[in-house]
């Protein structure tokens, strides 16, 4: 009777680690995977300079043509400042500046400025650009 006992609790015991093992490996397997948080986007500071050139075009149309089809040259330029970046681009008349700090998600400053000596014409106009926003805070548009 007590190898009878012993074998039964053996049995038992045996039937409760394989069954808990099998809930237990269910448990893991079957978890919903977990979601990535999206890294946020860094944009390019020719995304930006293209951006600035895009508003300045829907929002003062009577120079869009002025923004079209242009070939830019430039880049990064060395400041010698420690934490902030600068940026210059040319394309025919019009020269762009985008300077940000360096730091996560910062605030980048902008000025395109137009300018046609032979015409007289000169536009200035800044702004900045900020989580894919660009906001106008300057424009004068000087003609004779």
Known sequence: MKKSLIAAV????????VG????????VVNQP??????????????TIRD???????ANHTDIASLTQNLTWAGGR????????????YTAGNWNVTIT????????YT???VYTDTAN??????????????????????IVP
Do not use: C, K, R
């Open 10 to 17: 053996a049995v038992i015991v045996i039937i409760i680690i």
């Open 20 to 27: 808990g093992g099998y809930i237990g490996y269910n448990a």
């Open 33 to 46: 995977s977990a979601t990535p948080t999206p890294t946020p986007e860094v944009p390019t500071q020719q």
């Open 51 to 57: 951006a600035a050139m895009q508003h300045i075009a």
């Open 77 to 88: 330029q060395e400041t010698g400042l420690v934490g902030s970046e600068t940026y210059i």
């Open 100 to 107: 940000n700090p360096v730091v996560v998600d910062p605030l």
């Open 110 to 112: 902008i000025s395109a």
């Open 120 to 141: 007289q014409v000169t536009i200035e106009w800044a702004g900045t650009y900020q989580n894919s926003a660009i906001t106008e805070t300057a424009f004068n548009y």
